[in-house]
């Protein structure tokens, strides 16, 4: 940027600075209750840990023969898919094989940590990044009759709006949200409870999720929770 457009730059701001209010969450935090950051580690099932290890394996050769053939700057789109599967058999076996009907130990936790709290009349709302683990998540929730909505990227906007505005009005247990349909633009402070069930590589994503809840307008404390299984990538992914 030149001098002259500096200058240009400088002159706008003064122009609009007495119409314009700029004011970042961190500016007013202390208007906002408290954020409560948890994680709980879960151990796998053996059979689980198995089918982990078997991947582990055979996610390494198939990189190995990539970077050898292709080099690791091209290669680097076709890692992450490789490890996305491994991401995705640390929600549950059934992400990867439709065949595997026993509920993984994430999901079981979740489904014992989610019925606790709608007894204490929480509200809450639960993220991932795979909209098959919603679905997986929401056919568990169906069967034990909790009350839930959904959001993920078929739902259009006008119905996401509705079902935002009725989540914040009535009596609806839960909010099961994929992270990149719902992690910005949502008001959902009817709610005070917010569940990662898998991690993202950026965490700046999990924040936008976790503030559809802890925002202005919010007057409970929030209580955000992430589980991750133990000796996983979602370690390493918590580390980075």
């Known amino acids: 940027v030149d001098e002259d457009s500096l200058k240009k730059l400088d002159n706008l701001n003064y122009l609009i600075r007495p119409f314009i209010l700029r004011r970042k969450k961190k500016d007013v935090s202390k208007e906002l209750?408290?954020?409560?950051?948890?994680?709980?580690?879960?151990?796998m099932s053996d059979i689980e840990k198995a089918m982990y290890q078997s991947?582990?394996?055979?996610?390494?050769?198939?990189?190995?023969?990539?970077?050898?053939s292709?080099?690791?700057?091209?290669?680097r789109f076709k890692i992450i898919t490789l490890l996305t599967r491994l991401r995705q058999l640390c929600i549950s076996p059934n992400l990867l094989d439709t065949d595997y009907k026993d509920n993984s130990v994430k999901i079981?936790?979740?489904?014992e940590i989610v019925k606790e709290?709608?007894?204490?009349?929480?509200k809450i709302l639960i993220f991932s990044s795979f909209k098959t683990a919603i679905d997986i998540v929401k056919n568990e929730f169906?069967?034990?009759?909790?009350?839930?909505y959904v959001i993920d990227g078929?739902?259009?906007?006008?119905?996401?709006v509705m079902l935002v505005d009725a989540f914040n009005k009535d009596d609806t247990n839960c909010f099961l949200i994929t992270l990149k349909s719902g992690g910005t633009g949502l008001n959902l402070t009817s709610a005070d409870i917010v569940i990662h069930l898998?991690?993202?590589?950026?965490?700046?994503a999990e924040n936008q999720a976790t503030d559809r809840a802890h925002r202005i307008g919010q007057t409970k404390k929030v209580t955000v929770l992430k589980l991750i299984n133990k000796g996983t990538i979602e370690e390493k992914i918590i580390e980075l």
């Open 154 to 160: 078929s739902v259009p906007g006008k119905e996401r």
């Open 55 to 68: 991947l582990v394996e055979e996610t390494k050769e198939e990189i190995e023969k990539i970077v050898t």
């Open 117 to 122: 709290l709608i007894k204490d009349n929480h």
């Open 33 to 43: 209750p408290d954020k409560i950051e948890q994680i709980e580690y879960l151990d």
């Open 198 to 204: 898998d991690v993202w590589w950026n965490p700046q």
């Open 70 to 75: 292709e080099g690791f700057s091209k290669a």
């Open 142 to 148: 169906d069967k034990e009759s909790i009350s839930n």
């Open 108 to 111: 079981k936790r979740l489904l």
